[in-house]
């Protein structure tokens, strides 16, 4: 069985479910429609379909993916580039990895630099970082390009 790369949801489970049903039957193996979902549902760690349903959205909107081209400001540094990791998280917000196009100063002086070309935050579904650098401004903010 093969699982979705989406984020975990209803539909994401039931098109699984789908894709089993069509695989056991290229095998001559039957599979209902109910014991496929039931399948589905323990290989993700579920009790049972019910459990699963009663525990997941019908669908969820992934704000960022993998490869996605984003632009923002990263302690208060303007940056463009792309998402080469993101992962959900158990309160719905993001852990991004992000890869700068141009590495970013991330000194409050100049007297000295420390640039980073790759960074990994955790944001929210809207893109700010709800960790605050000393002066209440969010460390990352990130949108798509």
Do not use: C
Request: avoid cysteine.
């Amino acid at each position: 069985m093969s699982f979705s790369s989406d984020t975990l949801s209803a539909h994401s489970l039931k098109s699984e479910a789908k894709s089993l049903r069509q695989e056991r039957a290229r095998l001559g193996q039957d599979l209902s429609h109910g014991a496929a979902l039931e399948e589905v549902a323990r290989a993700h760690g579920f009790r049972d379909w019910n459990t699963a349903r009663a525990a997941l959205p019908d669908r969820v909107s992934v704000p960022f993916q993998v490869g996605m081209r984003v632009k923002g400001l990263y302690l208060e540094q303007p940056f463009t580039g792309h998402l080469i990791g993101v992962q959900l998280r158990g309160d719905m917000s993001y852990t991004i990895t992000v890869m700068f196009d141009e590495p970013v100063n991330i000194t409050p002086t100049f007297m000295f630099a420390a640039h980073r070309q790759r960074v990994t935050a955790t944001v929210t579904a809207d893109g700010i970082s709800p960790a605050l650098r000393g002066n209440g401004q969010p460390q990352m903010r990130v949108m798509a390009e």
